[in-house]
């Protein structure tokens, strides 16, 4: 392919591909470090998964709109981008599972629905006496009942029963993230909560010890005026330390110099007739995600280095702004998480917004709300009858029929002051059972590769603090593996 070629290089210089926090992160810890360094991200805007839109006059969270506080990494992040008096923690109102049997509040649970005891009286009314019963079970069992299990799924069925899985723990996790826990990895989407079942003897005691491990008080917290802050100071942060931002630039191929090793992008133009533009650079780290990356970077391994990867589910989300006292009561706490064994509603969670995040309900006044319904189960994303192939406007008619059963109160389209879909293909990775060894092998047989690294949401496991995390320690070590070789 002929290119042109769009820039020079030194020798201390950076190339991240991908535009999202790992992105933007990666190269604001290399910036600071002293490289030379160049972002370029396929799409018009920055932030990837942690983005805004535009909604009755507001700007509200397109993606991402909170952060858990098991771990300050976040929070010190934002402490030093200057946005720590901005974080604030939702309205205490509890959240509300949608059963078969209909809505009823969440009981306060260990990790990802999982009990981390039984005293909870809110259990009785999201469990039948013999599904208590059988998820009692789990303290009187021996510990290598589940020891092997592979996925999250499978874990929680061999200690505490179906009705927990279906009723508890396959809403919250198909909440966080899209997939039934049958087909996540355990040590994935749970690390090291198999570790201590095996150790304390019960999945409950467990999942309560880590969720003891955690921080008092809110497991997550937000940003005054949106998660979306977050991408923008550090955009900020990397324009003012000079690093070159390119937007709209999307990387079909690497290639790799035999001579001088130099790494080249080549982008996709969508110009007709335009001749492909290349940038090259000794170093390289990829935050795409993972489906791309392995593409791109997969010619440059041995075939069997080269991991499958598919794509995420497609999800939609259908954010509504509606004229609608009756939910200044906010009936659902601060949403619901839905259990797809429910056949009269097709979203698989619904967040108000306006009486989870206070500063959303003071910028729209009384009487006025937004709720955010999300839909595409991945067991159903490509099927025909998926509700994420429905154009926008069935959609958001669906979601305005969905929210009047979710919160016990109709919803007339006259009600619908402003509505919005936003759709993200592939952006929230789905861990399936084996996924950890083959990221371990993934990213060894990039050491082989010099000059080059990969993070990212499918690497590290989905959610801010997971990326900012894997982000930190895989950069740190990335940067002073270049500064002593050169
Ligand atoms: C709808 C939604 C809601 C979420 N809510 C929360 C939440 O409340 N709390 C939480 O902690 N986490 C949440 N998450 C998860 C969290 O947002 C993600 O785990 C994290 O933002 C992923 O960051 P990333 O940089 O790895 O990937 P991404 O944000 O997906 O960024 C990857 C970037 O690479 C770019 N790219 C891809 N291919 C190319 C190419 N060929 N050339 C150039 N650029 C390319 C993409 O355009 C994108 O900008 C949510 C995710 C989604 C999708």
């Keep these: 392919m002929a290119v042109s070629p769009a820039s020079s290089s030194t020798e201390q210089s950076v190339l991240v591909v991908g535009g999202g926090i790992a992105g933007l992160l990666s190269a604001r810890m290399l910036a600071r470090k002293g490289f030379k360094v160049t972002v370029v991200e396929g799409r018009a805007h920055l932030g990837g998964a942690v983005g805004s839109h535009q909604l009755a006059g507001m700007v509200l969270d397109a993606g991402a709109e909170s952060f858990a506080t098991r771990s300050t990494v976040v929070s010190d992040l934002l402490q030093e981008l200057g946005l720590k008096d901005k974080i604030v923690l939702p309205n205490s109102l509890g959240s509300w599972l949608y059963l078969p049997t209909g809505a ?29 019963a059988r998820a009692r079970m789990d303290k009187f069992l021996p510990a290598s009942v589940g020891a092997k299990a592979k996925t999250l799924g499978e874990l929680v069925r061999a200690r505490m029963g179906q009705q927990v899985l279906d009723n508890l723990v396959a809403p919250v996790v198909s909440g966080v993230h899209s997939v039934h826990p049958d087909k996540l990895d355990v040590d994935v989407v749970t690390p090291g909560l198999k570790d201590a079942m095996l150790r304390l003897g019960s999945l409950a005691a467990a999942a309560g010890s880590i969720r003891k491990a955690a921080p008092a008080g809110s497991a997550v917290a937000g940003i005054e005026g949106g998660m979306n802050q977050l991408s923008e100071a550090l955009v900020q942060d990397l324009q003012r330390m000079h690093v070159r931002i390119m937007t709209g630039f999307n990387v079909i191929a690497v290639d790799r110099d035999p001579v001088t090793g130099e790494w080249t992008l080549i982008q996709r133009r969508s110009d007709v007739g335009a001749r492909p533009i290349a940038i090259s ?9 993972g489906p791309t990356a392995v593409r791109i970077l997969g010619s440059h391994l041995p075939a069997h280095a080269v991991p499958s990867i598919k794509a995420g589910p497609e999800i939609a989300l ?14 659902r706490g601060t949403g619901l998480l839905i259990s797809d064994q429910v056949t009269n509603v097709r979203a698989k969670a619904l967040t108000h917004a306006s009486a989870k995040w206070q500063w959303v309900a003071d910028k729209l006044g009384e009487g006025r709300h937004v709720v955010r319904l999300s839909y595409g189960r991945s ?6 009858l998926s509700e994420v192939a429905l ?28 509505a919005d879909v936003v759709r993200w293909q592939g952006a929230m990775p789905a861990p399936k059972a084996g996924h950890k060894e083959k990221i371990v092998a993934f990213r060894q047989s990039l050491d082989q590769l010099e000059g080059v690294c990969a993070v990212g949401a499918w690497l590290s496991g989905t959610g801010l603090v997971a ?16 500064l002593n070789h050169h």
Excluded at 319 to 328: A, H, M, N, R, Y
Excluded at 379 to 384: E, F, K, T, V, Y
């Design 281 to 289: 650079a000794p170093n390289l780290v990829m935050a795409t995600d």
């Design 467 to 482: 990326v900012t995390k894997d982000t930190h320690a895989v950069i740190e070590a990335y940067a002073d593996e270049l």
């Design 104 to 132: 009823k509040p969440s009981p306060s649970t260990g990790l990802m629905g999982i009990p981390g005891s039984f005293d909870d009286p809110a259990l009785k009314a999201t469990l039948s006496a013999s599904g208590i």
């Design 391 to 418: 154009h926008d406007d069935q959609l958001i008619t669906l979601a305005l029929h969905d929210a009047s059963k979710l919160l016990g109160t109709n919803i007339s389209p006259k009600q619908l002051v402003d």
């Design 318 to 331: 259908v954010s509504l702004v509606v004229d609608k006292p009756e939910l200044d009561r906010a009936p």
């Design 379 to 384: 067991s159903d994303a490509n099927s025909p």
